[in-house]
Protein backbone atom coordinates (compact mmCIF):
# COMPACT_ATOMS: atom_id res chain seq x y z
CA UNK A 1 0.00 0.00 0.00
CA UNK A 2 1.49 3.07 -1.36
CA UNK A 3 0.67 6.74 0.70
CA UNK A 4 -1.28 8.94 -1.49
CA UNK A 5 2.18 10.92 -2.53
CA UNK A 6 3.31 7.66 -4.01
CA UNK A 7 6.42 7.96 -1.97
CA UNK A 8 7.56 5.36 0.26
CA UNK A 9 8.12 5.89 3.67
CA UNK A 10 12.03 5.42 4.68
CA UNK A 11 12.32 2.89 7.88
CA UNK A 12 14.90 1.82 9.97
CA UNK A 13 15.21 -1.52 11.00
CA UNK A 14 17.08 -3.31 13.68
CA UNK A 15 18.14 -6.82 14.06
CA UNK A 16 19.72 -7.90 17.44
CA UNK A 17 22.02 -11.00 17.85
CA UNK A 18 24.37 -12.64 20.58
CA UNK A 19 27.70 -13.52 20.20
CA UNK A 20 30.73 -14.74 22.29
CA UNK A 21 34.32 -13.70 21.63
CA UNK A 22 37.73 -13.29 23.50
CA UNK A 23 40.10 -10.58 23.19
CA UNK A 24 43.17 -9.14 24.53
CA UNK A 25 44.13 -5.72 24.93
CA UNK A 26 47.99 -4.99 24.70
CA UNK A 27 50.47 -2.96 22.91
CA UNK A 28 53.36 -3.75 21.11
CA UNK A 29 54.62 -0.01 22.06
CA UNK A 30 54.70 -0.92 25.73
CA UNK A 31 56.56 -3.47 28.18
CA UNK A 32 54.54 -6.70 29.67
CA UNK A 33 54.56 -4.65 33.06
CA UNK A 34 52.99 -1.26 31.84
CA UNK A 35 50.86 -3.82 29.81
CA UNK A 36 49.04 -5.21 32.69
CA UNK A 37 49.34 -1.93 34.64
CA UNK A 38 47.47 -0.19 31.95
CA UNK A 39 44.80 -2.78 30.94
CA UNK A 40 44.57 -4.90 34.38
CA UNK A 41 42.37 -8.59 33.41
CA UNK A 42 42.16 -7.42 29.75
CA UNK A 43 45.42 -8.05 29.41
CA UNK A 44 45.65 -11.43 30.28
CA UNK A 45 47.77 -13.38 27.82
CA UNK A 46 45.03 -16.31 27.26
CA UNK A 47 42.36 -13.41 26.37
CA UNK A 48 39.28 -13.49 28.40
CA UNK A 49 36.10 -13.03 26.65
CA UNK A 50 32.94 -11.32 26.26
CA UNK A 51 29.00 -12.37 25.38
CA UNK A 52 28.25 -9.74 23.24
CA UNK A 53 25.09 -8.28 21.55
CA UNK A 54 25.14 -6.90 18.36
CA UNK A 55 22.45 -4.22 16.85
CA UNK A 56 22.46 -4.29 13.26
CA UNK A 57 20.50 -1.54 11.57
CA UNK A 58 19.80 -1.15 7.79
CA UNK A 59 17.62 2.18 6.76
CA UNK A 60 16.00 1.57 3.20
CA UNK A 61 12.43 2.26 1.53
CA UNK A 62 9.67 0.12 2.73
CA UNK A 63 9.10 -2.47 -0.57
CA UNK A 64 5.44 -2.49 -1.85
CA UNK A 65 4.98 -5.77 -2.27
CA UNK A 66 6.64 -7.59 0.62
CA UNK A 67 6.20 -4.91 3.63
CA UNK A 68 9.93 -4.81 4.60
CA UNK A 69 12.53 -2.78 4.01
CA UNK A 70 14.72 -6.00 3.43
CA UNK A 71 14.11 -9.77 5.24
CA UNK A 72 16.19 -9.19 8.86
CA UNK A 73 16.56 -12.79 8.98
CA UNK A 74 19.39 -12.19 5.91
CA UNK A 75 21.59 -10.81 8.69
CA UNK A 76 21.01 -13.52 10.68
CA UNK A 77 24.60 -15.17 10.22
CA UNK A 78 27.04 -12.16 10.23
CA UNK A 79 28.28 -10.43 13.52
CA UNK A 80 34.97 -4.28 20.16
CA UNK A 81 35.36 -1.95 18.03
CA UNK A 82 37.32 -3.78 15.58
CA UNK A 83 34.59 -6.36 15.65
CA UNK A 84 32.21 -3.76 14.67
CA UNK A 85 33.85 -2.69 11.76
CA UNK A 86 33.99 -6.23 10.79
CA UNK A 87 30.47 -6.98 10.78
CA UNK A 88 29.63 -3.46 9.20
CA UNK A 89 31.86 -4.46 6.12
CA UNK A 90 30.22 -7.81 5.81
CA UNK A 91 26.84 -6.85 5.98
CA UNK A 92 27.34 -4.01 3.16
CA UNK A 93 27.88 -7.06 0.84
CA UNK A 94 24.45 -8.18 1.79
CA UNK A 95 21.99 -4.95 1.38
CA UNK A 96 19.50 -5.18 -1.37
CA UNK A 97 19.78 -1.89 -3.80
CA UNK A 98 18.35 1.45 -2.33
CA UNK A 99 18.72 0.02 1.63
CA UNK A 100 22.03 1.85 3.36
CA UNK A 101 23.85 -0.01 6.34
CA UNK A 102 23.03 2.59 9.17
CA UNK A 103 24.64 1.86 12.17
CA UNK A 104 26.22 -1.23 13.77
CA UNK A 105 25.83 -1.36 17.77
CA UNK A 106 28.14 -3.75 19.75
CA UNK A 107 26.99 -4.24 23.29
CA UNK A 108 30.61 -5.73 25.05
CA UNK A 109 28.99 -5.20 28.50
CA UNK A 110 25.60 -4.03 29.63
CA UNK A 111 27.64 -0.74 30.00
CA UNK A 112 30.38 -0.70 27.23
CA UNK A 113 28.69 -0.18 23.83
CA UNK A 114 30.18 0.77 20.24
CA UNK A 115 28.52 2.45 17.65
CA UNK A 116 29.58 2.08 14.15
CA UNK A 117 28.41 4.29 11.18
CA UNK A 118 30.85 2.94 8.72
CA UNK A 119 32.94 6.67 8.71
CA UNK A 120 36.14 5.84 8.40
CA UNK A 121 38.76 8.54 9.64
CA UNK A 122 41.02 10.08 7.00
CA UNK A 123 44.90 9.81 6.77
Known amino acids: ?3 ANGKRPIVDVTRSE ?13 GDEENSRIF ?8 HGHNYKVD ?5 PVDEVTGMVMNVTDLK ?8 VVIYDDIQKLLPE ?6 IRLH ?9 YGIRESS
Open 1 to 3: MSP
Open 40 to 47: GKCNNPNG
Open 18 to 30: SISASHRLHSKLL
Open 56 to 60: VTVRG
Open 108 to 116: ETGKNVVDY
Open 77 to 84: GHKSENIA
Open 98 to 103: GVKLYR
